[in-house]
Nanobody
Framework: QVQLVESGGGLVQAGGSLRLSCAASGRTFSSYAMAWFRQAPGKEREFVAAIGWSGANTLYADSVKGRFTTSRNNAKNTVYLQMNSLKPEDTAVYYC????????????????WGQGTQVTVSS
């Protein structure tokens, strides 16, 4: 497993942008698929985006497609979530997750999770 720490959350107006980062410990980061999830108050956790170990393979939830982009820098052990055109409904705690298997991390069954970072979008 890897240890994950998210950062970059905050308060932004609708239409604005934020970039979240997820820093991972360990020397095997490049062998992990990574994913972003979010959970709004009173709602279940939902999948946002995922990226394969090389960065060539990405997947997005329909609700964020065209607005959010995930990327990774294996040399820095970091995965990013660039969020543009933010909407109030994007308000949630955002978590990153890691697993060696892409479909496992997309399913939310990844073995490693961060503590989350709050994103609040005001209207």
């Amino acid at each position: 497993q890897v240890q994950l720490v998210e950062s970059g959350g905050g308060l932004v107006q609708a239409g604005g942008s934020l970039r979240l980062s997820c820093a991972a410990s360990g020397r095997t980061f490049s062998s992990y698929a990574m994913a972003w999830f979010r959970q709004a108050p009173g709602k279940e956790r939902e999948f946002v985006a995922a990226i394969g170990w090389s960065g060539a393979n990405t997947l997005y939830a329909d609700s964020v497609k065209g607005r959010f982009t995930t990327s990774r820098n294996n040399a820095k052990n970091t995965v990013y979530l660039q969020m543009n055109s933010l909407k109030p409904e994007d308000t949630a705690v955002y978590y990153c997750a890691a697993d060696p298997i892409f479909r496992t991390v997309v399913a939310g069954s990844g073995g490693s999770w961060g503590q989350g970072t709050q994103v609040t979008v005001s209207s």
